[in-house]
Nanobody, 121 residues
């Protein structure tokens, strides 16, 4: 089992920045990739970004050039640096992890509880 805990959410004005963190514990050696998803009110959860064990990355088109995903060398914490934030980025952001060795938006087995990001206009 892998436990994930997100932090770093908050309220920010449009154009501002936030950095989300996701701390993983448990069987972290079994994880291949970690990712961020988000869910806005009344909308389905959507993929934001993912990073693999060998530091390959994947981004949704809506955040390319504004968000950067990274992980620490111990591979237990993943970060999402969010710049040039827009009101439409407002959502609950969830951290996720998968063991299947494919970097994609699909089939994440472990999920955190989420952290709220609110961008005011």
């Amino acid at each position: 089992q892998v436990q994930l805990v997100e932090s770093g959410g908050g309220l920010v004005q449009a154009g501002g920045s936030l950095r989300l963190s996701c701390a993983a514990s448990g069987r972290t050696d079994s994880t291949y990739a970690m990712a961020w998803f988000r869910q806005a009110p009344g909308k389905e959860r959507e993929f934001v970004s993912a990073i693999s064990r060998n530091i390959n990355t994947l981004y949704a088109d809506s955040v390319k050039g504004r968000f950067t995903i990274s992980r620490d060398t111990a591979e237990t914490t993943v970060y999402l640096q969010m710049n040039s934030l827009k009101p439409e980025d407002t959502a609950v952001y969830y951290c996720a992890a998968k063991t299947r060795p494919v970097l994609s938006p699909l089939r994440y087995e472990y999920w955190g509880q989420g952290t709220q990001v609110t961008v005011s206009s």
